[in-house]
């Protein structure tokens, strides 16, 4: 099999890689993945039909890197600079990531979270090149046929979204297609995935936001969303198609919103190795920022009180990892679930409301609440807070300015340090400003928050805002789920990221709650070596090379493995020569 319709990589007799191209001259500089622009050598330029289509100095990647960097640099705008990043990849995907990888701290916000969001509502204004696969309604009876359009044979990992709840803006249609890909940048920038293995995906069908359907511009299909019957059919399709296509591929459901995201993991888990990253990325992600912030103060993930938030795919997520915490610390189920309170839009969870079904395990009995509200009535955040002594608070609603200064205070009363997590994104969704929360706690409040925050400075000192953001998770479970050709991504595994991911923060920056993303490739080798291992364990490993290694062996596979932005050489072999591809 060729990895891709367009060319094959291949092994000389030393064991070098190269590239071995099935097209040449314009149409290869048309080609991302092989477009090396004017680093092409010029025996290459000769080889390939390229000589005269390109400037005569023969530049490095590093003057490459530093030309786009200059440019860059000059554009004012995040969106601009986002369009000019992804223009970069469409050109160059080597090129792209090079630069990335140098300067992933300060490009993170513009490919990702917050500025991915700005992207996926301007996507139909913004269109320039195809990237991914878009089923949709115009396609789905044919979508075997359609996939086999895609030049990539050898896809290990998709990010694929309904788009029906991206980020905290909602509904978004067709224009959700930036999310996976921003996921994907980060795949291959920080989880050692090479860029042709990945594949993000839009599942459009249809969108129910007036303002797109009244656009002529707007690039999704014009009809309202499927549901029910209609749209599992669709999924069922496109699931089965996928399969066949990419058979070794695993699945990251992305921004499902609470009426697909719980069905859809469900349905699909056995089928393919899979994991939903709002329910499981956050859940593991909030959990180790819990632990760490417990370290922090002193204190044991049993001796707090926990509200999340949001009772949505995130919110469920984070209330399912933080009880199986709190199992794992010794309290029984009964326990453990007393100290946990998870609210949506309408108040506390509560036995006598009615509710979907994947929020019942945490409703609370109104009998165990006397005194908390007027008797009758549901007790909201500030009710809760009060009422059940809480002390970790966690927000996964989408609603900005929830966690007001009231909320703090009460908070304050209960705990010398309270653990406050405004997760929601991007910037705008945020439950608060770390800023205020620190002021009005008096430097007190242990902050972490979903998008990237700059360090608040107050009364002389300076308080790093940790990103708690499931980029510290997907990444590595991803690739280790690829790594070890695991037949289904467990519990357990997404359980041992998280658990990994505190002790990383432990041991290398044990001052604060999330490690700074400078770091994001480490902490996902890192992550990427126990969840392979815990695969092993559980006996889900399909892929040999994994069994029998100690932590320190598989930590140099996991490192060997992972993808490096550089040039390979091109090679055409006359027809008939043996090949190593
Ligand atoms: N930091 C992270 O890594 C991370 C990961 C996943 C989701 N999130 C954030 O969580 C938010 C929700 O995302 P989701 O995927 O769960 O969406 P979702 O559509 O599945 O759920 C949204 C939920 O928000 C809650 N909600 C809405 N209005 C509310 C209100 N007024 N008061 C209390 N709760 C209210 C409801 O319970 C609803 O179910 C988004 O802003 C998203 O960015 C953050
Ligand atoms: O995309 C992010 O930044 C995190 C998370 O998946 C979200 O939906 O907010
Ligand atoms: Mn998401």
């Not at 979907?356 to 006397?370: I, V, W």
């Not at 929601?424 to 007190?444: F, I, K, M, Q």
């Amino acid at each position: 099999m060729k990895v891709s319709h367009y060319y094959d990589v291949c092994r000389d007799a030393q064991g070098q890689r190269y590239l071995e191209p099935a097209v040449s001259g314009a149409v290869l500089l048309g080609l991302p993945l092989l477009n090396k622009g004017t680093a092409f050598t010029r025996e290459e330029r000769w080889m390939l039909g390229l000589e005269g289509l390109l400037p005569p100095h023969v530049t490095t990647l590093e003057e490459q890197k530093e030309r786009n960097y200059r440019r860059y640099r000059l554009i004012a705008s995040d969106l601009e600079k986002h369009l000019f990043l992804r223009e970069l990849q469409d050109r160059n995907e080597v090129l792209f990531y090079a630069l990335v990888t140098e300067h992933l701290a300060e490009m993170l916000p513009i490919l990702y979270t917050p500025t991915v969001g700005e992207a996926v509502r301007q996507f139909s204004r913004t269109y320039r090149y195809p990237r991914g696969f878009t089923a949709s309604t115009a396609n789905i009876a044919q979508v075997q046929q359609a996939l086999q359009h895609l030049p990539l044979n050898d896809v290990r990992l998709a990010v694929a979204t309904d788009s029906s709840a991206i980020l905290g803006i909602g509904d978004q249609g067709v224009g959700g297609l930036a999310i996976p890909i921003g996921k994907l940048n980060l795949y291959t920038a920080a989880g050692g995935l090479g860029p042709d293995k990945v594949l993000p995906v839009l599942l459009d069908v249809g969108t129910d936001r007036e303002e797109l359907l009244a656009d002529p511009l707007y690039l999704g299909v014009h009809h309202r969303r499927l549901a029910g019957e209609e749209y599992f059919a669709f999924m069922d399709r496109f699931v089965a198609a996928f399969k066949q296509r990419y058979p070794n591929a695993v699945m990251q459901w992305e921004d499902f919103g609470k009426d697909t995201a719980f069905a859809v993991l469900e349905r699909y888990r056995e089928v393919l190795p899979s994991f939903n990253d709002d329910i499981q990325g956050t859940g593991a992600v909030a959990l180790a920022g819990v632990l760490s912030a417990c370290r922090l103060k002193g204190e044991r993930l049993h001796d707090q009180r926990i509200l999340v938030f949001g009772a949505g795919a995130g919110g469920i997520g984070v209330a399912q990892a933080l009880l199986e915490g709190l199992r794992r610390a010794g309290l029984s189920e009964k326990e453990a679930l007393s100290r946990l309170y998870v609210l949506d839009s309408k108040g506390l969870l509560l036995k006598n409301r009615p509710m979907e079904e994947y929020k019942r395990r945490f409703a609370h009995n109104p009998k165990d609440l006397q005194g908390w509200t007027v008797a009758g009535t549901v007790p909201n955040l500030y009710e809760t807070v009060v009422g059940g002594r809480v002390s970790v608070l966690l927000g996964l609603s989408g609603q900005a300015e929830a966690f007001s200064e009231p909320v703090v205070q009460a908070m304050l009363k209960n705990t010398p340090q309270p653990v406050i997590f405004p997760l929601s994104n991007p910037t705008s969704s945020s439950e608060a400003l770390p800023e205020d929360l620190v002021r009005w706690s008096e430097g007190r409040a242990l902050v972490a928050a979903g998008s990237p925050f700059p360090a608040v400075e107050w009364q002389g000192r300076s308080y790093p805002v940790g990103q708690g953001n499931n980029a510290f998770i997907f990444p590595g479970l991803g690739f280790a789920a690829v790594l070890a050709k695991a037949r289904v991504v467990s519990e357990g595994m997404v359980l041992e990221a998280a658990l990994a991911l505190h002790d990383y923060t432990r041991q290398h920056h044990p001052q604060r709650i999330y490690p700074p993303v400078e770091v994001l490739r480490e902490v996902s080798q890192q992550v990427a070596v126990r969840v392979i291992q815990q695969a092993v364990q559980e006996g889900l490993a399909r892929d040999e090379r994994v069994l029998n290694k100690n932590p320190d062996q598989l930590l140099a596979y996991v490192r060997e493995r992972f993808w490096q932005p550089e040039y390979l050489p091109f090679r055409v072999s006359s027809p008939g020569t043996p090949k190593s591809c």
